[in-house]
Nanobody, 125 residues
Framework: QVQLVESGGGLVQAGGSLRLSCVLSRRTFSLYAMGWFRQAPGLERQFVSSINWSGANTYYADSVKGRFTISRDNAKTTVYLQMNSLKPEDTAVYYC??????????????????WGKGTLVTVSS
C-alpha cells in the first residue's frame, strides 16, 4: 500500500524558515497530484498548497502566498514545502496528501486518497 512520510518540522522563531519533505513509497508518484494541509489545535484541517502531476501548476492558500513554495521531484518521489517568513499563526501539524483520481491541483480534503502522519511546525514569537 502507498505510504507518505513527512519530515522537516520543528521549532523556529518568527521570520525563520523550514523545508518540509514528503516521500511516497510507490513508483507511480508522477501520476499523483500532491498537496499540503495543516491543522492547529481546536481547528479543522485547512488547505495550504497543492501541485499537479508534472509540477507545472501550483496553488496556494491566501494566508501563505508569497511566503511558501511547493515543488516536487518525481525521480525521488518527493514533494517539498519551503516555508519562509514564518509567523506564529503558521503553527500546526502539517500533513502531506496524495490524490490518484486526478493529476490537477486541489484544495479540498474530500477525495484525498492517502495522508501522511503529519509533522509538527511550531513558530515562536
Amino acid at each position: 500500500q502507498v505510504q507518505l512520510v513527512e519530515s522537516g518540522g520543528g521549532l523556529v522563531q518568527a521570520g525563520g524558515s523550514l523545508r518540509l519533505s514528503c516521500v511516497l513509497s510507490r513508483r507511480t508518484f508522477s501520476l499523483y497530484a500532491m498537496g499540503w494541509f495543516r491543522q492547529a489545535p481546536g481547528l479543522e484541517r485547512q488547505f495550504v498548497s497543492s501541485i499537479n502531476w508534472s509540477g507545472a501548476n501550483t496553488y496556494y492558500a491566501d494566508s501563505v502566498k508569497g511566503r511558501f513554495t511547493i515543488s516536487r521531484d518525481n525521480a525521488k518521489t518527493t514533494v517539498y514545502l519551503q516555508m519562509n517568513s514564518l509567523k506564529p499563526e503558521d503553527t500546526a501539524v502539517y500533513y502531506c496528501a496524495a490524490k490518484i483520481h486526478t493529476t490537477d491541483v486541489f484544495t479540498a480534503t474530500t477525495g484525498v486518497d492517502y495522508w501522511g502522519k503529519g509533522t509538527l511546525v511550531t513558530v515562536s514569537s
